[in-house]
């Protein structure tokens, strides 16, 4: 940030200074096929990718298992694979939607921050 102004005691006037959030996960290359091996090399790395296919893993695997029960091995792993894509993407979904949140409200928070600083400085000048 060369054009940001250094930060004095915390307080951010200006919402333009207010840090992106980190992004997390190896860099992109510009090759996909490498960025590919990359982020499947490291998906622990990336936010919300283990817990989603986790879960994505057991749900496809209890589907499966139950449904191998009564029909055919094949039908069966199409309801596995089916539940395992359904399921981690929803959970995917779900937990980037929730830290987008997060980051939105901490955004706002810093932002409303100097206003009430000044607001509270003003009452103290008055007496």
Do not use: Y
């Not at 622990?44 to 499966?64: E, H, K, M, N, Q």
Request: charged share 20%; with cysteine.
């Amino acid at each position: 940030m060369p054009d940001s102004k250094p930060i004095a005691s915390g307080v951010v006037d200006d919402p333009a200074n207010i840090p992106a959030p980190p992004t997390l996960g190896p860099q992109s290359t510009g090759n996909l096929l490498r960025d590919s091996v990359n982020s499947a090399m490291h998906i622990g790395a990336v936010p919300c990718g283990r817990t989603s296919l986790l879960a994505g893993i057991g749900a496809g695997a209890g589907i499966g298992f139950i449904r191998g029960i009564s029909v055919h091995p094949v039908v069966a792993g199409s309801w596995a694979m089916g539940t395992f894509f359904a399921v981690s993407t929803a959970s995917w979904l779900s937990c980037k939607w929730k830290i987008e949140r997060e980051h939105e409200l901490t955004r706002k928070a810093i932002q409303s921050l100097p206003k009430q600083l000044r607001l509270k400085n003003e009452g103290e000048k008055e007496p």
